[in-house]
């Protein structure tokens, strides 16, 4: 097991079967750094051009199509003061014939909302533009918005959008300590990461976290020949899948059958007990509800969970 510095020299913005930057074996970790979705680094400078740029991708030694990632996100800090925002709903977020009511305000000065991100005291705090709300100042909840391996048949999806292998979820779940599993799809797996978010409000419904720049870092490890078919993850409360599809119909049946394929493959359930814990206790989170792949989180609370059984 081997902790590995790497620095990055260049970014993605499409998750796909690049080169690899470099090698990692089952157990190591990395720490690392990434940079905001506009390309921005620790010093708020553009370095790379925008549209979430990822760390990566990372090869992880022995993993082979059919096998899953396992990625523990040990430790997410924001790395500098500066983080930004959107300043206006998305309008597929409201009824259609609320959008012209949108503050549009053509006659602002153009750009993000500015915050003042304090790792410290654990805040961010709006700096502009000025509103009734006074002074907010609201809690830290460091978050990966888009993370995920090399898509299969040797695609490259735009990290604008997510599928089964990940990509821009904007779960804001994704947080440190939260192990997370991915399907294998290309040798090596090839392990990206980036967009990482001060933190956000469920489905990124204004089309942006707290963006900033990120210290990161994460152990693999790897589980041969076991197959899944979305993400999945785990914390101390729930374990959670992963749909992402649109319409929001689609990825919450994606995310809902791959619960239900979990609890009986590796928790001893028939599909009959499965369905009837599920449909008594599961629990729903959306995540990313403004980019071309909706996600939706299915998550069962551990406390009705019998032991695994693998």
Known sequence: MTTHHFEPTHYFTA???HEPVLRIAPGDTVI????????QDV????????????????????AE??????????????????????KMLAPNVVDPEYVPQLPWH???PRGPAKWHV??????????????KLGKLTLPLNPMVGCFGVAPDKGQAISTATSAEHGGNMDYN????????????FAPGALFHIGDGHARQGDGEIVGTGIEISFDVQFTVELRKGKRIGWPRGENEEYIFTCGNARPLDQCVQHATTEMS??????????????????????????????????????????NVLPSPTV
């Not at 690392?32 to 390309?39: F, L």
């Not at 790395?79 to 925002?85: H, L």
């Not at 790792?119 to 502009?128: G, K, Q």
């Open 118 to 131: 304090d790792a410290e005291a654990w805040t961010a705090t709006l700096l502009e533009p000025e509103t």
């Open 106 to 108: 053509p006659e602002e």
């Open 261 to 302: 394929k979990w609890l009986q493959e590796e928790y001893g359930l028939d599909a009959r007990g499965a369905h009837i814990l599920m449909g008594q206790t599961v629990k729903y989170d959306l995540g990313n509800i403004f980019d071309p792949a909706f996600t939706m989180v299915c998550k069962m609370p551990k």
């Open 32 to 39: 690392t750094t990434t940079v905001d979705a506009r390309g």
């Open 173 to 184: 779940g994704f947080v440190q300590g939260v192990t997370v599993y991915f399907p294998v």
């Open 43 to 62: 010093n708020s400078q553009a370095i790379t051009p925008p549209g979430n740029p990822m760390t990566g991708p990372f090869y992880v030694e022995g």
């Open 15 to 17: 998750i796909g079967s």
């Open 65 to 86: 199509p059919g096998d899953t990632l396992v990625v523990h996100l040990d430790k997410l800090t924001p790395s500098r003061t500066y983080g930004w925002t959107a």
